[in-house]
């Protein structure tokens, strides 16, 4: 390469002789590169892996997700707003697979793309199909609630590289909760149509919620010790800020139960809704009838 | 029979000049989506190393996802060859992460001259990220330099920018939002 480029897709143009796979894959830079990766002693290798490999599979399967409403938003302004926030979750997908595929021996690439269903540990909240834009706006409010909470708590885990991750995505995360706590508020808010559509949104989503606050093994690897983060708990901080949105909104607060699990488990088991099997064959197709393309 | 000083010595020399040029070298290049910055302006370019075996460019992204990152590195490595350091390494820092508070002053001044309004202050926490509602702050008209504007959306066509629109001359303008 020997010009600057003006913007990013100029670069499309270029010639690649490193193995860029540019068409469907990452592999064109490490989103670690660079970066000190060992694991402090001490931390438990196999459950850090664990833990940000199912992080990292919940900003995945989400950004996909919201990936599959671009072009179908009511408004330009929105359109823009959920590209954007699946971009952010997808950077996020990238570091955290990269540090769980660092320690496990495998890319990123090979994670994503080359992984089923039983294998993902994404929280089933992430692959909901939204069926309208108030379930949109209704679940991206509880996983990004819920999220901030988490990466709030991680920036202090003993691991610096999901600390760094977590700090980062955490300035993320702020702008998406706002970002879907107003749309919740203006549609409760709003018509007497908008109300009722929001308040049935958020009934559809109640169920997958519960599973986003069970306790969770790997965490005690990646979290930091309760008394240097108190917020290691964040179940009664996310049920705060949904409280208030849901007050300002004038809507109520669900009393649906959570979904059950198979057999006592679910999306951090590998166990899915129906919906993984589509998004999986929609993510994963192209990668795997080429699999030593490159572009 | 050795006429020169030694090689250790020699390499040496080549680092100390490679520090005072290839800092700027590096500092020159401009942000893919942001072109009226250098990566200097934008505080993403963290340290220039130069060592005998080569220099060292230690950068940081923006935004996790942000897509420009490749291209920065590529774009530094090849100002940093055509300045004749052939060894170029590329590294990433994540933490402390960035902040649009980095960006310089320099930067604040070219950003506003090409009508994109520069970030406000970032937000210092402690404690948990507070909740936003209301209508968010929205910054000074770039071109009439009105303080009546108001945020339209939160993100823009970068994912470090908002949109806004001038209530006094009511054109619309970018922002870079501050994180």
Redesign the interface.
């Known amino acids: ?8 897709y ?2 499309l143009g270029d010639d690649h002789d490193d193995g860029h796979r540019w068409a469907f894959g990452t592999g ?2 490490d ?5 000190d990766t060992a694991v402090p002693a001490g931390v438990d290798r196999a459950a850090l892996a664990r833990y940000c490999l199912a992080l990292g599979d919940d900003a995945l399967i989400y950004s996909h997700r919201l990936q599959q409403w671009v072009t179908r938003m009511p408004e330009l ?1 929105e359109e ?2 959920i ?3 699946a ?6 997908a ?2 955290l697979l990269a540090r769980a595929g660092g320690i496990l021996g495998r890319t990123e690439d090979q994670l994503a793309f080359f992984r089923d269903a039983g294998d993902f540990r994404n929280v089933r909240l992430a692959e909901h199909d939204d069926r309208d834009f108030a379930e949109l706006v209704g679940r991206l409010l509880i996983f990004s609630a819920w999220r ?2 988490l990466f ?1 708590a991680l920036e202090a885990s003993p691991d ?2 999901l ?3 977590a ?6 995360l ?2 998406h ?3 879907a ?2 749309w919740v ?1 203006r549609l409760g808010d709003g018509t007497p149509l908008s109300h009722r559509r929001m308040q049935d949104a958020l009934a559809a989503i109640w169920p997958l919620a519960g599973e986003l606050f069970q306790p969770d093994a790997d965490a005690r690897a990646a979290m930091p010790p309760a008394a240097v983060a108190p ?1 290691a708990e964040p179940a009664a ?1 996310v049920d705060a ?1 949904i409280d ?2 849901l007050a ?1 909104g004038g809507l109520d607060r669900p009393g649906a139960a959570p979904l059950a699990g198979a057999v006592g488990r679910a999306g951090r088991d590998g166990v899915h809704t129906e919906a993984m099997g589509d998004i999986l064959a929609e993510l994963q197709s192209l990668a795997r009838a080429h699999p030593d393309a490159t572009w | 029979m050795v006429t020169g000083p030694p090689a250790a010595d020699q390499a040496a020399d080549q680092a100390a000049a490679a520090a005072t040029t290839a800092y700027p070298a590096a500092a020159a ?2 942000d ?2 942001l ?1 009226m910055l250098t990566v200097a302006d934008l505080g993403i370019l963290r340290a220039v190393d130069a060592t005998p075996e080569g220099v060292v460019v ?1 950068i940081t ?1 923006t ?9 920065i ?3 530094i ?3 940093l060859q ?1 300045a004749g350091y052939r060894d170029v ?10 902040s649009s508070d980095w960006i310089t002053g320099e930067g604040q001044r070219k950003l506003a001259a090409a009508g994109i309004a520069p970030p406000s202050a970032a937000p210092r926490r402690r404690g ?2 507070p ?3 209301g209508h ?1 702050p929205s910054p000074g008209c770039p071109r009439c330099g009105s303080p009546r504007t108001r945020r ?6 970068t ?1 470090c920018k908002s ?1 806004h629109r001038c209530e006094e001359c009511g054109e619309p303008f970018e922002a870079v ?1 501050p ?1």
């Open positions: 390469m020997s010009t600057d480029h003006d913007s990013p100029d670069l064109f830079t989103p670690l590169e660079g970066i302004e823009t707003a590209a954007n926030i971009l952010d979750l997808l950077g996020q990238r570091m901030l909470a709030e610096p590289v600390a760094a991750i700090a980062k995505g955490a300035k993320e702020a702008y909760r706002d970002y706590a107003r508020v917020a901080a800020v208030t949105v300002a | 290049t401009p893919p989506e072109p230690t992204p935004y996790s996802g942000c897509p420009a990152m490749a291209e590195g590529a774009d490595r090849s100002r055509r390494e590329i590294r990433l820092q994540l933490a402390p992460a960035w948990p990220v909740l936003t509602l968010p339209t959306a939160e993100f823009g066509a994912a949109l939002k994180l």
